[in-house]
């Protein structure tokens, strides 16, 4: 989390309140157990995800610098967190080359991302139905050119999403390690980003590098962090304030710990059985924590899919 020599305090404009619609490519859509951590207290008030009124979809980035540190069974295991709180979701497997999502829920797509960004099949053809009635557009591993799409491709990708989420109201995008334009591309445009990182060095210098190139572009509002792998939740604070003291200092960004998910021995062995740990393992501690995250992101719960008009306008 070294920032880079030369680095001065610099803090940002805040960024513009709405986006332009090429930054949600997909907006046009069509209708819309506690941790074991005795003593330490439990994150604070609710994490309400920011849902822009006028968009019946939220959409929420799952990215950070590292690999191998809990992303995607952050994401698969969210959106069954969400959808078993009455949330239709849609999961895509933003890793578009060394794709993970089908593997982690036992699924085996015929056809996948590659073939509608080669105009094989189009985006509604893809879609797998998932655990908990979780929809899911999956990725193909090992071919090449997926890892470093031309804009245009990529566009043209975001773009068709609007024919799948009509009837979705949240989309999850799991994103690849590392931060490349592909990757951020696709973080940026959810309405919230979740930045991962676990309680070791690399994972958070990696997840500052990820913040800092994020907070290069005007971003609806500060992405927040979500600590995996914790120890306990003191454990994930410390981590969570370091980030916080250099991205505020560097970035100006202000960074809410959002979630914590604890180390434990049931997501490994739920990944070998091919099946998310919040269902093989419910009473596991990383499924409540994934129970805890959902909740708090979608405060509150119960919130209209559409804005209603103002009486004024309704008796017009
Ligand atoms: N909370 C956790 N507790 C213990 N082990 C975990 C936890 N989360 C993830 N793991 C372990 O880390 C491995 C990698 O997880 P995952 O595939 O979700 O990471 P990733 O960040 O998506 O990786 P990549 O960057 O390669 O896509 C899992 O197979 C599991 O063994
Ligand atoms: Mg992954």
Redesign the pocket.
Known sequence: MRPSPGETHRPRVPAPAGRSPRERPWSGAPGGAPLADAGAAPLAGPCAAHHPDELPLLSIAIA?G?????????AANLAIGMSDLGRRVLLLDG?LS?A?VDL?LGLAPRHTLHDVVTGRRRMEEIVLAGPAGVRILPAASGIEEMADLDEVRRERLLRSLARVTGDRDVLII?T??GIQAQNLRLARAADEILV?TTPEPPAFADAYATLKVLSAHALARPPRLVV??ARDRGEARRVSERIGRVARRFLGLDLELCGV?????A??RA?RRQQPFVRAYPDSP?AEAIRDLARRLLDPPERPRRRARPAALQAA
Do not use: C, S
Not at 66 to 74: D, E, F, M, S, V
């Open positions: 950070g590292k690999g191998g540190i809990g992303k995607t069974n952050l890793d060394l993970n982690l799991d690849a390690p991962v995996t792998m998910i604890p180390r434990d021995a997501v490994a990944v990383a």
